[in-house]
């Protein structure tokens, strides 16, 4: 089992930067490509970014590529998303998942999340 612990969400204006941290706990963390997705209501979770196990290869969505950087620590057992620049359209939960299997872009092949945190941004 993996525990996974959001933080780092808030309401900001636009233009302004945020990190998001991951906390985890559980089974080794270096074993575990990294991921964070985000979702608004009614719609599906989408992914955002993603990290490999070595912390080697960085992957990102189109919408979000050259402003959020996916890091990972692992002495803290953390991953973190640093968003700068941040949008309206970025308004959602963002959740963190961890995965054994490898990178992937789709919500089925992660094993474990997070409970999510909120950022909210405004014009």
């Known amino acids: 089992q993996v525990q996974l612990v959001e933080s780092g969400g808030g309401s900001v204006q636009a233009g302004v930067s945020l990190r998001l941290s991951c906390a985890a706990s559980?089974?080794?963390?270096?074993?575990?490509?990294m991921g964070w997705f985000r979702q608004t209501p009614g719609k599906e979770r989408e992914f955002v970014a993603a990290?490999?196990?070595?912390?080697?290869?960085?992957y990102y969505a189109d919408s979000v590529k050259g402003r959020f950087i996916i890091s990972r620590e692992y002495v803290k057992s953390t991953v973190y998303l640093q968003m700068n620049s941040l949008k309206p359209e970025d308004t959602a939960t963002y959740y963190c998942?961890?995965?054994?299997?490898?990178?992937?872009?789709?919500?089925?092949?992660?094993?474990?999340w997070g409970q999510g945190t909120q950022v909210t941004v405004s014009s």
């Open positions: 998942a961890a995965t054994q299997f490898g990178y992937s872009r789709q919500t089925a092949d992660y094993e474990y």
């Open positions: 559980g089974r080794t963390f270096s074993r575990f490509d």
């Open positions: 990290v490999s196990w070595s912390g080697g290869s960085t």
